[in-house]
């Protein structure tokens, strides 16, 4: 059985979202996801429009995911190993950066593959969040400014 790991915010829930744990899920057997707690998101300087307790059961009733779990870190190699995860699921922005060249070398020890799904095009949570104020001066605060 090939378990399978990735991890995100998933803020905002989108179809770019779902076309990564579509495709994740299509080339493993059991599909484990880290969701970022809400300290650790404020920790890379963002702030969750949704809370985590929200946001992991979204992700969690997705068909195409097995599992939803907390993620505390940064550190999803030691997560897959965890979770004996074989294959580690990443967007294709990091693809050929110093950092995760690295991270596959460190990787490939441990026997944990990494693949690089490219992001849907046109969409992300920030584009969503933008829109919605644009359209209805909705802010992250939660308050509507008219």
């Given at each position: ?58 992700v ?9 779990v ?36 460190d ?12 992001y ?12 919605l104020?644009?359209?209805?001066g ?8 008219h």
């Open positions: 059985m090939i378990i399978g790991y990735t991890t995100g915010v998933y803020d905002l829930f989108h179809i770019g979202h779902l076309n990564l744990l579509k495709n994740a899920k299509g080339i493993c057997d059991k599909l484990i996801v880290g969701v970022t707690v809400d300290d650790l998101v404020q920790y890379k300087g963002k702030k969750a429009m949704i809370p985590f307790e929200d946001r992991i059961e979204i969690r009733s997705c068909k195409y995911v097995d599992a939803a907390p993620q505390y870190n940064m550190d999803k190699l030691r997560a897959c190993k965890e979770l004996g995860a074989a294959m580690l699921f990443v967007g294709d922005d990091w693809y050929g950066t110093e950092k995760w060249k690295k991270y596959e070398a990787a490939m020890k441990e026997g944990i593959k990494i693949i690089y799904f490219p849907t095009k046109g969409i992300s949570s920030t584009k969503i969040t933008e829109a104020k644009a359209v209805r909705w802010t992250a605060e939660g308050e509507i400014h």
